[in-house]
Nanobody, 124 residues
Framework: EVQLVESGGGLVQPGGSLRLSCAAS????????MAWVRRAPRKGLEWVSS????????DYADSVKGRFTISRDNAKNTLYLQMNSLKPEDTAVYFC?????????????????WGQGTQVTVSS
C-alpha cells in the first residue's frame, strides 16, 4: 500500500523555523520526484517546492525562495522541507506528493499520490 505521511507541523512564531518530513512507503521512493504543496485558509492549492528523484534538481515558488529548502534521503525514504524565517502568510496545511516526470514539477494533475497533510500555523 502506497503511503505518504507528513509530520513536523505545529505552531511557531513569526521568524521561527520548522522542518517538515514526509515518510514514504509502499513504492520505490527513489524512482519518483516529490513536491510540497500547501493550502492556506480560504485559498486554493499553492505549489511550494519540488525535487527530482535523485535530489539534484530543486525548484521553489517565489513566495518561499531563500527561506525554504527541500531535500530528500532516499535511503530513509523520506522527503523534507526546512522552513526558516516563517511568516504568517505561510500558515497552511502542507502536503507532500509524488510524481514521475520532473518536467511536470508544478502540475498538480500529474501528482498521482498525496499525503494527508500537516498543519503549519505561524502566529504570535
Amino acid at each position: 500500500e502506497v503511503q505518504l505521511v507528513e509530520s513536523g507541523g505545529g505552531l511557531v512564531q513569526p521568524g521561527g523555523s520548522l522542518r517538515l518530513s514526509c515518510a514514504a512507503s509502499g513504492f520505490t521512493f527513489s524512482r519518483y520526484a516529490m513536491a510540497w504543496v500547501r493550502r492556506a485558509p480560504r485559498k486554493g492549492l499553492e505549489w511550494v517546492s519540488s525535487i527530482n528523484n535523485g535530489g539534484g534538481s530543486t525548484d521553489y515558488a517565489d513566495s518561499v525562495k531563500g527561506r525554504f529548502t527541500i531535500s530528500r534521503d532516499n535511503a530513509k525514504n523520506t522527503l523534507y522541507l526546512q522552513m526558516n524565517s516563517l511568516k504568517p502568510e505561510d500558515t497552511a496545511v502542507y502536503f507532500c506528493a509524488r510524481f514521475l516526470d520532473y518536467r511536470d514539477y508544478t502540475s498538480f494533475h500529474k501528482y498521482d499520490f498525496w499525503g494527508q497533510g500537516t498543519q503549519v500555523t505561524v502566529s504570535s
